[in-house]
T-cell receptor, first 115, second 111 residues
């Protein structure tokens, strides 16, 4: 089974802190994604990457950055956390090798509260 | 905006088949139909996907109409653990994949 593992399920951080959310997948997937999910707004794409050291902005990249130094690991960084970044963050991955439909698989989610 | 329409909620008796409908009347020829579910406080879980043929796996069956404008997800023997929000989405598998989840169907399994 595909496994996407997010390092922290629940975090509480203070305004202005630097926050790291880590994600690891074990299926040798090329593509990795970071979303946030908020009530009434659905899933919104923050950043994605389809290769090591490559990154692309999604719909809401402001206030975030990412790092992909290894194929299996994709980190989301909040440089200076703010209260409006309180949310559930979802990491996902998929294969780019033409497998029928290249399904996206999600991690369990990281609930971040910024106080 | 989501390209699919689903009923906001459904009930199903435990042990019975749960049939969840989805309308995607504007689906294009290269778009797949995917189903995910999300149990409270967890990430979306992939269930099944298809292009035009019916599909079955260990979790569910997917029935896609011949014109591809609608589909039905079937959970053959629903259990309490199937209580979740079920999302039907259509997408073209692509690198810059911006999955748009609609509001989904909240499925309640009744004991």
């Amino acid at each position: 089974d595909v496994k996407v593992t997010q390092s922290s399920r629940y975090l509480v951080k203070r305004t202005g802190e630097k926050v790291f959310l880590e994600c690891v997948q074990d299926m040798d997937h090329e593509n990795m994604f970071w979303y946030r999910q908020d009530p009434g707004l659905g899933l919104r794409l923050i950043y994605f990457s389809y290769d090591v050291k490559m990154k692309e902005k999604g719909d809401i990249p402001e206030g975030y950055s990412v790092s992909r130094e290894k194929k299996e690991r994709f980190s989301l960084i909040l440089e200076s956390a703010s209260t409006n970044q309180t949310s559930m963050y979802l990491c996902a991955s998929s294969s780019a090798r033409g497998i029928s439909g290249n399904t996206i698989y999600f991690g369990e989610g990281s609930w971040l509260t910024v106080v | 905006d989501a390209k699919t329409t689903q009923p906001p909620s459904m009930d199903c008796a435990e042990g019975r088949a749960a049939n969840l409908p989805c309308n995607h009347s504007t689906i294009s020829g290269n778009e797949y139909v995917y189903w995910y579910r999300q149990i409270h406080s967890q990430g979306p879980q992939y269930i099944i996907h298809g292009l035009k043929n019916n599909e079955t796996n260990e979790m569910a069956s997917l029935i896609i109409t011949e014109d591809r404008k609608s589909s039905t997800l079937i959970l053959p023997h629903a259990t309490l653990r199937d209580t979740a929000v079920y999302y039907c989405i259509v997408r073209v598998p692509n690198r810059d994949d911006k999955i748009i989840f609609g509001k989904g169907t909240r499925l309640h399994i009744l004991p």
